[in-house]
C-alpha cells in the first residue's frame, strides 16, 4: 500500500506556486517593493514658489519654498497601478496644476529614472528631468 501525502503539503505547495506567479508580474513587484521619489524645486530667479501636493489619499500640505529649495515625498504605488500624485504651483509670474506622478510605465521609462520624478520650476514654466538625456525639458507653461 502506497502512503499517503498528507493534503495540507499539496494545498501549501499549490499556495506557493500561486504566490511566486502572482510576484512575477512586473507591476505587482514594483508595488510591492520598490518606493518612489518625487522632488520638485524651486528655480525660479527670485520668487517665492508656493506647492501643494496630494493624492486621493495623501494630503501632502501647502509648503512655501523658497529659491533652490526642494520639497520631495516618497511612496509605495498601490497594489491596484493607479497611483496619482497631482501638485499645484503658484507663484507671482503664474500658476499650475499637473500630475507629478502618474502609474505609467511609459513615462517613468523616458522621463523619469526607475524612482525618481524630478520637476524643476522655472520662470519660464515647469520642467521634468529626462533621465537618458541628463537634462531637464519643459512640460508645461505658467497660466496665468
Known amino acids: 500500500m502506497k502512503p499517503m501525502r498528507a493534503p495540507c503539503v499539496s494545498y501549501i505547495s499549490m499556495l506557493l506556486l500561486g504566490l511566486l506567479v ?12 520598490n ?11 527670485k520668487d517665492t514658489l508656493t506647492i501643494h501636493c496630494q493624492s486621493k489619499d495623501t494630503d501632502l500640505g501647502i509648503h512655501e519654498l523658497a529659491v533652490n529649495q526642494e520639497f ?24 499650475k496644476s499637473f500630475d507629478a506622478f502618474k502609474v505609467d510605465e511609459k513615462g ?12 524643476l520650476a522655472r ?3 515647469l520642467n521634468l528631468f529626462n533621465y537618458p538625456h541628463k537634462e531637464y525639458r519643459q512640460k508645461y507653461k505658467w497660466d496665468k
Do not use: P
Open 22 to 33: 502572482f510576484l512575477s508580474q512586473t507591476q505587482v513587484t514594483y508595488s510591492l517593493f
Open 35 to 45: 518606493k518612489y521619489r518625487v522632488h520638485v524645486i524651486n528655480g525660479l530667479s
Open 72 to 95: 520631495e515625498w516618497k511612496f509605495r504605488t498601490n497594489f491596484f497601478d493607479s497611483t496619482l500624485f497631482f501638485c499645484n504651483l503658484q507663484w507671482n509670474g503664474g500658476h
Open 108 to 119: 517613468l521609462l523616458n522621463d523619469c529614472s526607475a524612482n525618481d520624478c524630478m520637476w
Open 123 to 125: 520662470d519660464d514654466g
